[in-house]
């Protein structure tokens, strides 16, 4: 167990205290969630940083680190579904969660051929994951009530269920041939 891991099994900490946050009646309570949010998108930015430059790499952190990231998004997404309760809401949540599953799916489906460098990250999967990571912290400090701030939050948002589109066709558009049988690693 390293210190990257560490970070990363903070970050999935994270997500029941979030949801904690949530729920609880205080005054700033968005804010606090919005702020643990930030917290956990600042480890998931450090635990991978700090794991490459130092060579603390493990598979264990391999592993884990993408869970922690799709598990604190999906969960701050349902916290969001459920309090606008409108399709504007709902729509660019459900593409970036099903591109979020599908894309894990991949990855773990081309490492088992031994080809997962065909479906790295790319800086558009970059772009689009801090893309997500502002609009949700936005958009917990932001409820729906709070007029053009939470528009605001709703249109990064949307950006970034596009990105998340543009990504998906990269990462199927490298995995084809492995797909239809006609590559092999």
Known sequence: MNFPNILTLARLGMVPVLVLL???PFPGHRWACAGL???????DFFDGYLARKNGLETPFGAFLDPVADKVMVA????????????ALMTLPAVVIICREVLVSALREWMAEMGARGVVK???VGKLKTAMQ???IGWLLA????QGILAQVGLG???VAAILTLHSLVQY????????MGTNSP
Do not use: Q
């Open 121 to 123: 990250v790319s800086w």
């Open 37 to 43: 949010f930030a917290l956990a998108a600042l480890t």
């Open 156 to 158: 990064i948002l949307v």
């Open 133 to 135: 990571m502002i609009a």
């Open 172 to 179: 199927l558009r490298a995995a084809w041939p492995f797909l």
């Open 75 to 86: 969960v701050a997404l349902g916290l969001l579904i459920e309090h606008w309760d409108k």
């Open 142 to 145: 932001f409820p729906s009530d």
């Open 22 to 24: 949530w729920y609880l």
